[in-house]
């Protein structure tokens, strides 16, 4: 074996690096590791004091998100008056951060005359929102950011036998075994929304003003939560479940009460 082949064999056998920041370098990207977790004493009930300045929400806010729905009392949004554009894409980087797996893609929100970009999706096991006081094992938030407001778009999953998850859940859930290490990063394919979208416009969403589930727990965030849930598959549930484990935040209090800091 010369050199050259000894050294091309250690660079190929290595994918990432870990330094002291808690990220991991990939050869083409680098992910922060965020500093939040759902155990101990990164958890819900210390996200206040990772950083009193910027997280003081999560301790003392008086509108904080999850809720648990009651539908007898939630607001609604009509059918056909939310829209939501995501363009095909033929690869989307789906990344490990930490505390959850989050989909960077493109799109937009239109709601009357506003509309909102899309930032990125994440998902939650088990799911944030409750209705009725049920929970679903996983929730999805499509996070739609101006420079002044927020929006977020949430749909709940319901486990199903004998047919696959929703698309493109179905084949987004195919790479969740490549970025099981915090810091790692992958491509999917192509994905379509098309059929997501015609889902929320045919069935009616609760709306309520909230905020971030996730440090620094922003309010005035507008949620719309679509009241049908998605199908998710078991074998696509226990695929990212193995990676996600746990990273839902406790219900909140009522709106407008004070906070339960959970």
Known sequence: MNL???????????TYVIDRSRSITTRDSQVEVKDYTYNGDTGPLHWHDLDPSKN?????GHHQSPIDIITEEIGYTAPGTLHIDIPN?????????GAG??????????????????KQFHFHTPSEHRI????FPMEVHFVFQTANETAVVGFLFQLVENQPSFAPFNSIFNHCDKIAEAGTTTNIGPTDFHLLSRHLEENAIYNYTGSLTTPPCTEQVQWFVSQQPLPLSVRDYNEAKRVLKFNARYTQNTLGEENLLA
Do not use: D, M, R
């Open 4 to 14: 050259f082949t000894a050294l091309l064999l250690v660079s190929t056998a290595h």
């Open 56 to 60: 003081g929400a999560c301790a003392s």
């Open 89 to 97: 894409a033929n690869a989307s980087t789906f990344e490990n951060i």
């Open 101 to 118: 797996l989050e989909v960077l893609a493109q799109g937009s929100l239109s709601l009357g005359y506003k509309q909102y970009p899309l």
């Open 132 to 135: 009725n006081g049920e929970y």
